[in-house]
Structure formats: C-alpha cells, structure tokens
C-alpha cells in the first residue's frame, strides 16, 4: 500500500468535524489494508503513534532536514516502516549522525505532504482527528463486526493496531481471544459525576460507597515474586515505587490483577498535596516520601480471571487478596451509613465518594453510570489552550488560562471559558516556565499551547454563551491542580460540560 493513501485519508479526516465522515474515511482505507501485512502500520500511523514509539530523534533534528521533496508519490507503508525501525535500532557511536542520514533518506523520497504528515507523526503532533473513539468505530465498520466487541478487545489489549488486525483477519472469534493477561494493563474503569449522594444511591440500588481519595491512580499485577505497576495512563513505574511493590509481593496470593489509588500521608493520617505524591512517579532516589496503597478492585486472583465477574464477587475476592489495604467503605449501606462514609471522607481530607453498582462487571477504559463520584464541589478535567500575560502583580507571568473540553468526534478541544482564579505564586512561576515548552504560537498578549496539558478547574456550574463555540460558559472557574496523570484524552468531554446548563422548567 503507498504512504501517500494514509496520507490522504489522514487529511480527510482532518478537514471535516462530522464523526460520520472521519469514520467512513478510515474504515475504507482499513479495507483496502486488509489482508496485507501492514494493517498494524496502517492503524499506528492514522492514530499519531508509530510502532515503534520514540525512535531516538527530537523535533530540532526533524525540522533541521531541509530535504527537498519527491516529485511523485512512491513511498510505501512498509518502507516507511521499515526505515523507522533502522532509525530506532541506531545506537552507540556515531548514532545521531547515522539516525539523521537514515531519516534524510526517508524524507528525500517522501512528497511535501508525506514530509508534513511524518514530520508531525514523529513529533507527536498529529491531531487530524483519528481519536481511539473513532478508529474503534471504524475498525467495526471495516471488519463488519460489533463496536462493543473491538472496545472491548481493545481495552484488554490495549494495542489498537493488533485489535485491528484480528477484527479484519477473524471477526468476532478472533477478537474474542483477547483477555486478561498478567503483565499486561487494562485500561482502567472510570466514574461518571453524581448530582448527589441520595440520587446516585436511588439510581444504582444495590451498591457499594466508598472513599474517594485525593490520590493517584494505580494498577498493579502480581506473578510469583514478579511486581509491575502502571499508572492511569498505563504508564509503568514500577521502578519508582519499591514501597509498593513490596508490600505487594508479600500479599498472601500467588497471583493478582489489583485497581487502587495510592497517595503520601502527613503524620496525622491525612493526604499530602497531589503533586507530593505525583512526583514519586519519576523518581528513583528519593523515598522519604513513601506511598501508601489502597485497593478498590481485584480482576484477577490465583488463576481466576474476575473481569467479567459481578463487583460484589471481585470486592469479595479484594478483601481475600489485600486485607486492611482495601480502601474504606460500606456494601449495601442505608441512607445514614452512606451519609457517614461521605462525612468521613471529607473530614480526613479526600475529595468525596463513589458510588458503585455490585451486579455490574468491570468496564476497561469505560466511562459510564455504574461507577458515580459525588464530590461537594463540582470539578472537571479541562485541556489548556493559551495563556495570557498577567496584569499589576503579575506582571511578567503568564497567568489568564484559555480551557477546551475534548471534542468526542476527535476535534480540536472546545473553548468553554478562562480564569485566573486560584492561581498561586508557585503556579504563576511553574506556568510561565513550563508553557513555552508546549507553546503552538504567540502573539503580544498570548501564548497559544499545543493541547497537551490537563488541568483540574472548580466551577459553581455553566451558562449558556454564543462568546465560546461550545455553546456554554464555565461559571465561576477557578484552578484546583494540574494533572500530569491525565492525557488531553483523558479531558472531560464537551458533551459532559453541556450537561451542566440548569435544566429549564417547561411545566
């Protein structure tokens, strides 16, 4: 297959916002890729991430070039590919000289699109709108098979290409044969925010209420003596965190598959700042600061695959697995205990409770009701557009933030609103440090960033607004944290703001 028919696709689906039309255009080059043995390529290409993840050369190499392009378009996938692994193998002596000539070749025979396209591939920059979301729905409409069958093969996988090759080369059979495996992650279940407590207990009946920890997320595996922890992001850092991994180990259990948060503690029992404990993350040295688990799910235990079992089967098999590390709750409370987990959460310094549904099997990388947070102040996960330069004493600092939410059909975030608000000195100094390195453009008052940052804002509720595309206005925004554990896909998505806007009495 040419490099320029990914090439062209990837620009259709760039220039158009219906869903429909991006998925149509996927799908169809999925086809035309089946069967061949580059499928994989094909899928890692459109998703902005190559098979061999980072190949050894940074932006300045890429854009100092300067190769002249091809006239005509003959470059195939499979040399693409193949000139990628060279580049990625080259080490040693010599190696950044050796990477520039290979990819010096590569681009001399590549077209001024196929140059664009792989220059923003390799730099991360490829935002034409092929989110997982919509390559899932085209890996479906390509192999004729049930989206819920790739999601879900995906999600266990978590490799979209290989979930492609299987949906297009065996259909549902071979999709089917993807599941749990130790020492590989799944993506994790996520909770939908509640309006309250005693309308999430009324919805989900039967249910569990436990703490909400002001915490970071962790999934960790547990083979023999061998210990692996991943973050949210599926991100391993397992050599950053011996505490864990120890404690782990000497759990009564041979095997285990284990979702929790872990966080840092003051003397006093309640939580250290958020970036305390995200900073542990990257570190190898340092371990004054020691990281306590809790556990809140168990998918797997001695054998027994417990993904597809209901949660009160997996929170029976948790507390075999982990003792008093199981994060604090209540099964099946009244309306007073359920008031009295959420009173005790509060008061030792976490952020609320979720509320989960016991008869509902564990939904990888899903978003739905089964799971429900409620959280006194209401917040969302929010993607930094710009900056603006402060005024008076800030003066100097970029300080005035531009928020997107995520545009499900895998456009550009959508702007619901700036603030300034809550913003610290520390902040204010980190911000005006760390922004240029993600800056898109400038001009006088404002720096553009590429949409790469998350940050945790606070609102009092939206307003309907024609000022931001999104239709709606963030009410009262103010700036809680950063979230360095979260990817722009990870943002809360405009459908979610949207939900927001008080619901008008018609009666």
Wanted: aromatic share 6%; net charge negative; charged share 25%.
């Amino acid at each position: 297959m040419l490099f320029a028919e990914v090439v062209a696709t990837s620009s259709a689906v760039a220039a158009t916002r219906s869903r429909l039309t991006k998925v149509d255009a996927l799908a169809g080059l999925l086809r035309r890729a089946e069967g061949r043995p580059e499928v994989e390529t094909v899928v890692a290409f459109l998703a902005g991430a190559p098979r061999q993840g980072r190949i050894g050369a940074g932006w300045r190499t890429l854009v100092g070039l300067e190769t002249a392009p091809s006239t005509a378009a003959s470059l195939t996938v499979a040399q693409v590919d193949q000139a990628l692994d060279a580049v990625s193998r080259t080490n040693g002596k010599g190696s950044a000289g050796r990477r520039t000539e290979l990819l010096g070749a590569l681009f001399a025979a590549a077209t001024v699109a196929e140059q664009r396209f792989l220059l923003h591939l390799l730099t991360g920059e490829l935002r034409q709108g092929a989110l997982e979301g919509v390559m899932l729905d085209a890996i479906a409409a390509a192999g004729g098979v049930p989206g819920e069958a790739v999601r879900r093969a995906f999600m266990l996988s978590g490799r979209l290409p290989a979930t492609a090759a299987a949906a297009l080369s065996g259909g549902v059979e071979a999709l089917a044969g993807f599941g749990l495996e130790l020492g590989r992650p799944v993506r994790p279940m996520l909770a939908s925010p509640a309006e309250s407590l005693t309308e999430a207990l009324t919805e989900l009946g039967s249910c569990s209420v436990e703490y909400k920890l002001d915490g970071a997320r962790i999934q960790v595996h547990k083979d023999g003596d061998d210990v692996r922890v991943w973050t949210r992001t599926l991100r391993e850092i397992t050599g950053s965190v011996p505490e864990l991994v120890q404690l782990v180990r000497a759990l009564p259990c041979r095997s285990v598959v284990l979702d929790g948060e872990t966080l840092a503690l003051k003397d006093d029992g309640r939580p250290r700042p958020f970036q305390e404990t995200q900073s542990r993350f990257g570190a190898t040295r340092e371990l004054e600061l020691l990281l306590h688990p809790y556990f809140f799910d168990c998918l797997h235990l001695d054998g027994t695959d417990l993904i597809d079992a209901p949660l009160r089967e997996r929170n029976a098999a948790l507390r075999t697995a982990v003792g008093d590390l199981v994060i604090p709750g209540v099964l099946e409370p009244t309306a007073e205990q359920a008031d009295a987990v959420l009173s005790g959460a509060l008061d030792a310094g976490h952020e609320g409770v979720v509320v989960k549904a016991l008869d509902t099997t564990y939904q990888a990388g899903r978003r739905g009701r089964a799971w429900q947070k409620v959280k006194p102040v209401h917040t969302l996960d929010l993607v930094v557009l710009a900056a603006e330069w402060g005024h008076g004493r800030r003066t100097g600092y970029l300080s005035n933030l531009h928020l997107g939410a995520r545009d499900p059909d895998g456009g550009l975030p959508v702007m619901v609103g700036k603030t300034f608000k809550g913003l610290t000195d520390e902040l204010l100094a980190w911000q005006t440090s760390e922004f240029p390195k993600h800056e898109d453009h400038r001009t006088d008052w404002v720096v553009y960033l590429k949409p790469e940052l998350v940050v945790e804002i606070a609102l009092d509720g939206v307003q309907a607004s024609t000022r931001y595309p999104g239709g709606v206005a963030l009410r009262f925004a103010r700036v809680v944290r950063y979230r360095p554990d979260k990817e722009p896909a990870d943002a809360d998505p405009i459908d979610t703001v949207r939900a927001l806007l008080p619901k008008v009495d018609l009666g």
